[in-house]
């Protein structure tokens, strides 16, 4: 089984939209991310989780859109960042690929104690995205992405 764990991309600033919709370098930053997941990762997962924030709603709709999955809901343990463990559980209990996007203060937590690694030693940056493999009852790193990836050292994101 696959887990693909989607951080948010980047929300404007709260002084600019209390909501925070995705910013137009979070849209470019899923729109690249995306567009790698659509020709290197299929098929799509099963479904697609996300939290209630609206850049997480608005980077997991790019995501399926993407990837033709019809399958994306608000799963509400993605709106918790204390129910880790509840939300463990409920991958563990998976048994088909599905993909989590979320606020990565909710992510953190969970890909720590996934891969047996201190919380701190994570950087998750916005709009990036990370697969995991369950294999012989242990999670494994298989990629991660960062929309940084996609632009030239000595060019400025928008």
């Not at 929300?11 to 997941?37: I, K, W």
């Amino acid at each position: 089984m696959r887990l693909y764990i989607g951080i948010q991309a980047a929300s404007v600033a709260s002084s600019e939209n209390l909501r925070q919709p995705l910013s137009a370098q979070g849209r470019l930053d899923v729109t690249h991310v995306a567009g790698f997941l659509s020709l290197f990762e299929q098929p799509a997962p099963a479904i697609i989780w996300h939290g209630n924030r609206l850049a997480a709603i608005q980077t997991a709709t790019m995501v399926a859109k993407v990837w033709q999955s019809e399958a994306c809901e608000t799963l509400p343990l993605l709106c918790d960042d204390t129910a880790t463990l509840a939300l463990l559980a409920h991958v563990q209990a998976q048994r088909q690929d599905c993909a989590l996007i979320a606020h990565p203060a909710v992510l953190q937590a969970l890909l720590a104690c996934l891969l047996g690694c201190p919380p701190e030693s994570l950087n998750l940056a916005a709009g990036s995205m990370l697969c995991l493999q369950h294999q012989d009852a242990y999670w494994q790193l298989q990629w991660s992405l960062r929309p940084t990836l996609f632009y030239r050292h000595d060019e400025e994101a928008v």
